[in-house]
């Protein structure tokens, strides 16, 4: 990193700005701004969450205790809670969004090759699941989950290969996960590994028409028929490689196609599991093992419940929580492609703890 610079500016240098701006005047986000732009809310908020701050108070006094050093930040604008929090409930969080998927696709270039992820493929695999995040139903209203409680759901397709989230939709706490199979527009040749929540025929064989592979848990209550089976190595702990068809009445509507089952013993927890897929052609222990990888999707969400600033919001409104989300979700981006290119062999955790006393 460049020495004479604050940290925070070394760490936003790594941002393209010129891509940035596009996205603002994409949906008009600076029309008939005076002070406090786009991009002073977004440094304010980065701010904000690699030095975990808790409010908008919080955010101005921490700024503010450092006024000389404000400009050499890049922040320009009046850094008030007025500010941030009008800006938060009127500029649109699209910018961010849109900002984010951006440098998700740069940083998904940095870890094509990452080592952690031991599976041979030539496919890229995918894990899809949710985490729901809880809010005050009298403070968020328009959030309706339970009669009493409020939350929104974190809808997130994760790539195992550097654990960058690809696929983001932020709902309601009441939408259920299956119905994002809807808004998922498959890849050919990739793989989508899904918890049985995600069980739906009807939109699997639409995954499968558009030839993009998935994997899937069976439920106890899957009617279907044996065609025939594979010979398997049990030692291993697969116990059958059998190919079906399904014979309810509307799962074989659903999908009329042969489908692949795989039931597989895990030593570790002594439990059984079964399968559903719709390749024939990758061993059976593979897809137990790609199935073990989507526990990367569970701690990526609790890594970002713990370390960023998405469980308490600045603001109440809509715009507000999602302009939070998708800026929690490019410093998330930042540092971890900050990490690849200086190659750094600290923790995201560890780094992130350094920023958070070090920014100044």
């Not at 996960?177 to 939109?203: A, C, H, K, W």
Request: charge should be positive; aromatic fraction near 14%; charged fraction near 25%.
């Amino acid at each position: 990193m460049n020495t004479g610079q604050t940290v925070f500016s070394q760490i936003m240098s790594y941002i393209p700005k010129y891509e940035f701006n596009k996205r603002v005047q994409k949906y008009q986000g600076n029309y008939r701004i005076r002070e406090f732009s786009c991009w002073d809310q977004f440094l304010c908020m980065s701010f904000a969450q690699l030095t975990y701050r808790e409010s908008l108070r919080d955010i101005e006094a921490c700024l503010n205790a450092q006024p000389n050093k404000l400009y050499h930040m890049g922040i320009k604008g009046h850094a008030t809670r007025t500010n941030l929090a009008h800006a938060n409930r009127k500029r649109d969080w699209r910018i961010y969004a849109e900002f984010a998927q951006l440098l998700i696709s740069r940083a998904r270039k940095l870890y094509q090759d990452d080592p952690e992820f031991l599976i041979d493929l030539d496919h890229t695999v995918y894990a899809l699941d949710s985490t729901t995040i809880e809010l005050c139903l009298s403070l968020f209203p328009w959030a309706k989950f339970r009669k009493n409680k409020g939350a929104v759901k974190l809808h997130t397709l994760l790539d195992l290969q550097g654990s960058i989230p690809v696929f983001i939709e932020i709902t309601s706490g009441l939408v259920h996960d299956v119905n994002i199979l809807d808004v998922l527009i498959p890849e050919p040749g990739s793989f989508y590994v899904m918890d049985r929540g995600y069980l739906d025929f009807q939109r699997l064989h639409r995954i499968n028409k558009h030839f993009g592979y998935f994997i899937i848990r069976a439920k106890k209550n899957t009617k279907f028929r044996r065609l025939y089976s594979q010979k398997v190595d049990k030692s291993s702990g697969v116990l059958c490689d059998q190919v079906i068809r399904l014979t309810g009445f509307y799962a074989q509507n659903d999908y009329p196609d042969k489908l692949r089952r795989v039931k597989y013993h895990d030593k570790e927890t002594d439990k059984s599991f079964a399968f559903l897929t719709n390749n024939f052609e990758i061993p059976a222990l593979t897809v137990a093992e790609l199935y073990r990888n989507r526990w990367k999707v569970e701690l990526f969400f609790k890594w970002i419940k713990q370390h960023l600033r998405i469980k308490s919001f600045y603001g109440t409104s809509p715009n507000a929580v999602k302009s939070q989300i998708w800026i929690a979700i490019s410093v998330y981006v930042i540092v971890a492609m900050i990490k690849k290119i200086l190659k750094i062999e600290l923790k995201l955790y560890t780094i992130l703890q350094i920023f958070s006393v070090s920014l100044f």
